[in-house]
């Protein structure tokens, strides 16, 4: 069975650091991606980026794109999302998920998350 | 603003069938393939279709997707209470060069 564990919830500060994992099978770290995906507070998903544990290879959402880090350890099949200095509007729940990407010639770019992690709520507040 | 437009409501009534279109662009849609997810209340999305029309294994039969040109829509049959949920479209955009999500429905089992 495919799973995702995803690190538990955090309550930090304004300006302080944070990292958190992903865990998965050892298959799941060396044939797919891992991605990351933002939930605020009554809000929709929104894509953040995405990692291949297999040569680091990484993607970001331009949104995101020098607001956080992806990373993975392939060893210890883990992939981490983290940040330098949190924001009040950083509060959200954040999910990873396995990613599929394919690309074919008719039908274009297949991307999407067929397992997911049950999320990390990241609460923000001074 | 999201990408990819979705209404933000639907609603039907036990054994109804209910169809939630999904619009964007020739960098999205028309382009790519269209995936669905189904988050319950409280919980993780759960994808629902993938390439605009596959049922992962466990997916009920009375889910489909389909797509034409830049829209797409999913259709519930034989609506059940335990289907209601948010529903978001998704895909892979050319131009912004990652996936995008639409806003998400909210669909209501009166």
């Known amino acids: 069975e495919v799973q995702l564990v995803q690190s538990g919830a955090e309550v930090k500060k304004p300006g302080e650091s944070l990292k958190i994992s992903c865990k998965g099978s050892g298959d799941t770290f060396n044939r797919y991606w891992i991605g990351w995906v933002r939930q605020m507070p009554g809000k929709g998903l929104e894509w953040m980026g995405i990692?291949?544990?297999?040569?680091?290879?990484?993607r970001y959402s331009p949104s995101f794109q020098g607001q956080v880090t992806i990373s993975a350890d392939k060893s210890i099949s883990t992939a981490y999302l983290q940040w330098s200095s949190l924001k009040a509007s950083d509060t959200a729940m954040y999910y990873c998920g396995r990613g599929n990407k394919y690309y074919d010639v008719l039908t274009g770019y297949q991307d999407y998350f067929d397992y997911w992690g049950q999320g990390t709520l990241v609460t923000v507040s001074s | 603003q999201s990408v990819l437009a979705q209404p933000p409501s639907a609603s039907g009534t036990p054994g109804q069938r209910v169809t939630i279109s999904c619009s964007g662009s020739?960098?999205?849609?028309?382009?790519?393939?269209v995936n669905w997810y189904q988050q319950l209340p409280g919980t993780a999305p759960k994808l629902l279709i993938y390439n605009n029309n596959q049922r992962p294994s466990g997916v009920p039969d009375r889910f489909s997707g389909s797509k034409s040109g830049t829209s797409a829509s999913l259709a519930i049959s034989g609506l059940q209470s335990e289907d209601e949920a948010d529903y978001y479209c998704a895909g892979w955009d050319d131009s912004l060069n990652g996936v995008v999500f639409g806003g998400g429905t909210k669909l209501t089992v009166l």
């Open positions: 020739s960098s999205n849609i028309g382009s790519n393939t």
């Open positions: 990692i291949y544990p297999g040569d680091s290879d990484t």
